[in-house]
């Protein structure tokens, strides 16, 4: 697993989408600042993602609390294109699968070749990929293959720790905030 | 799991397929007498099929030899036609979960309904299915869901055991067979 | 796994038991003369043993009627003597483990050297160890390690499916019994 | 999971430890100020602690650096005494069992009762638990059971995310320190 510091950690590229499911409307990871974010890039048929990488999706989208922890799915087809691409496929394999969380569908690339664009941008080296945002949308984990729910967790959980540093002092409908200097537990 | 006496088993109706995968010539049932048949149906987007009834398939492929048990499986489509259906898509799936059995696609319903000719014939009642088949061809196991090893593999040894009443003896290219009853053990 | 044909396989020598668990009177190989038996050798300590062996063993015990295949263990200890060969430890492994079927403690070598008599006689490598006689008491498997429970359940069917010579023509308790030469299925 | 907030969790009693394995020297919890602590208790013939609790404590050994997660078993018998207390039935277990990382075997209770001194102090229900502190040595999970990676791993993640109130700006082995908050990321 690469793990970066933050202090090398390089912001997410935006998400280029074609169509979203299980989300009443289109997401951005602009909209998701101040939470971590789990992106986990799949292919329908990809045995590894059906045996490991959607299910370990599935329960970090029961687990944590979505306040905390946004868990978004990307399916970034780039090969069998003409059995995976239709919506309606991928549609089918959601409803059978049950996979609750919004997954969004990685826009083909208009020049061909066969790779999506989104993967493109974050440089994916195939899928399952697990990439993981800090809560200011940089790249904390990038990483290709099965994932260890231990060492996943552990990094989640320390992302989930670290400060928002959007967070102003202040109140809002949350309730009302001490500067981080002031909260050291 | 239900078991059948062979003096209860009915025989297995003929298969009626629309196209053969991972085989060089269309299989009949009637050319398997004297091997055991294992017949596993499935749908390529059913994640019990995916889990644990296409493993368990691709096992007895691998373990048994091809001259005592033929494993067999058949795609019999009974819900999102328009994803499955097409060849293409099964293609795709054999070809990324390295599925090496012969497959056939089960024949539609050409009066419609959804459910396809060998699956209603078969009395299947979802999937996974497995069927197994005695050396005269009749139906010793007929199940749906999970199926246990240990059990599937004590029903496939005693079908394995019991004597071929086809093979006449005599002299073949294989040997020179006794009579059976001259062989008990 | 090695596998005997029967007419090269040896019969089991007898138990060499110290003390018999879990059930009301000692156990010998001659009195399971009809039914299949398997025959499972084990240490409390060994972790192969705990996560596979005893596990494979517990489910054929529920799994086959005792009727035709008798489960047996046989605690064959050849280290950490002083830990496990005391009956009060073993007793409390299986009160813990849940372990329903008999196991006998393999007898210790009254010349010294660790390996006990059963163990011995058995030509037994290691634990855990997979024993499976017919229904002649001969060995027809001889299995050193974890044993698939395909390939095992196979195996067990084949041999409960075996003619047994002894169960003579003629009417006992069990019903009347055709000679087996007009049994085929 | 019972997780506790910082202000509410109570500090961890001292470890009462009859004897210790596994580490040249005893263990104090005062000396492990400054990393998160896991603590595992168990018994070795505990089924749930030798199949989900000591493999998580030794995946946890192998892939947090000591410098940040301290992994400590705890054997407190409170059952089969005869059986487990004696020092060299952990020892046999430890060795087939490849255990690496530091055990201690809880203190009996001198005025007799079976529930050794420090499970009564931690107030623990059973084994396999779970105790996780820390870098000030408070109790921020108290857990029976068996235990998923998942949320753990994040709990840890988040604990070895904390401040250390006791690093004190400045300069030592280690390197040189800014005051905490001027380490937000």
């Not at 074609?18 to 329908?44: C, K, Y």
């Not at 294109?81 to 690339?109: C, N, S, T, W």
Request: hydrophobic residues 40%; glycine residues 8%.
């Amino acid at each position: 697993m690469v793990v970066s510091h933050p202090t090398d950690a390089r912001p997410a590229p935006p998400l280029q989408v074609e169509h979203w499911l299980n989300t009443p409307r289109p997401i951005s990871l602009q909209d998701l600042r101040g939470r971590v974010v789990a992106l986990h890039a799949f292919q329908m048929l990809c045995p590894g993602c059906v045996a490991h990488g959607l299910p370990q999706a599935a329960r970090m989208h029961e687990m944590f609390p979505a306040s905390q922890l946004a868990v978004i799915g990307l399916h970034t087809v780039f090969e069998h294109h003409e059995v995976m691409q239709p919506r309606v496929a991928l549609e089918a394999f959601i409803h059978e699968y049950r996979l609750a969380f919004p997954i969004g569908i990685d826009k083909p690339d208009p020049r061909g070749g066969g790779v999506p664009l989104t993967m493109q941008s974050l440089g994916l080296r195939g899928t399952p990929s697990l990439i993981l945002l800090d809560k200011r949308g940089r790249i904390r984990l990038h990483h290709f293959g099965r994932s260890d729910d231990l060492s996943v967790g552990a990094l989640i959980g320390q992302l989930i720790a670290e400060p928002d540093p959007d967070a102003a002092p202040g109140c809002d409908e949350d309730g009302c905030r001490l500067p981080d200097a002031m909260t050291t537990p």
